[in-house]
């Protein structure tokens, strides 16, 4: 199995430039995360998904991110405007319907804006 | 509600030395319990965790973890550190039923050749 695939792996943009990125969980896994990790914050959960609907979504920082998943192999983290305070590694996770609450977890994307 | 507080941001222990990394988490069901270890530039991946049953539990590179329902805590322990060992390491815990899963601040273990 590949394993959970996230693209871009870096991504340098500018203020007030809008940002897409990319994940495609493990084939099978019926929940998908998005977290953000930076040294000031940790590791922050921003949204989740089951079966591709929204549960949680009370981490997204505010009306400038936004996550879909149209599919079961497939979702984005759209931040549009982006911010320099938006500067972070961007990791996607997904989890199998029946391993225990176990999440695997994708490379990251590495953001910044400048 | 739930929530998992890890004791030392930052832990040393000489190469051979034991490996005790502290997690207490609070949780107001049974808890699911999870030990992450993020090695520089990855993503986390999972080196142990408690569901049910068994209270010890065995996780790789020769990492155990001990579920202790009196004392709130799943501490972290490898008898003997090695150099490949150096990482940050992640306590997390989940109510189960697939809901979402509170990380721990993380701690990033050194270890001294």
Known sequence: DAGVIQSPRHEVTEMGQEVTLRCKPISGHNSLFWYRQTMMRGLELLIYFNNNVPIDDSGMPEDRFSAKMPNASFSTLKIQPSEPRDSAVYFCASRPPRDGDTQYFGPGTRLTVL | ?113
């Open chain 2, 1 to 113: 509600a739930q929530s998992v507080t890890q004791l030392g941001s930052h832990v040393s222990v000489s190469e051979g030395a034991l490996v005790l990394l502290r997690c207490n988490y609070s949780s107001s069901v049974p808890p699911y319990l999870f030990w992450y270890v993020q090695y520089p530039n990855q993503g986390l991946q999972l080196l142990l965790k408690y569901t049910t049953g068994a209270t010890l539990v065995k996780g790789i590179n020769g990492f155990e973890a001990e579920f202790k329902k009196s004392e709130t805590s799943f501490h972290l322990t490898k008898p003997s550190a090695h150099m490949s060992d150096a990482a940050e390491y992640f306590c997390a815990v989940s109510p189960g039923g697939y809901q979402k899963v509170t990380f721990g601040t993380g701690t990033k273990l050194q270890v001294i050749p």
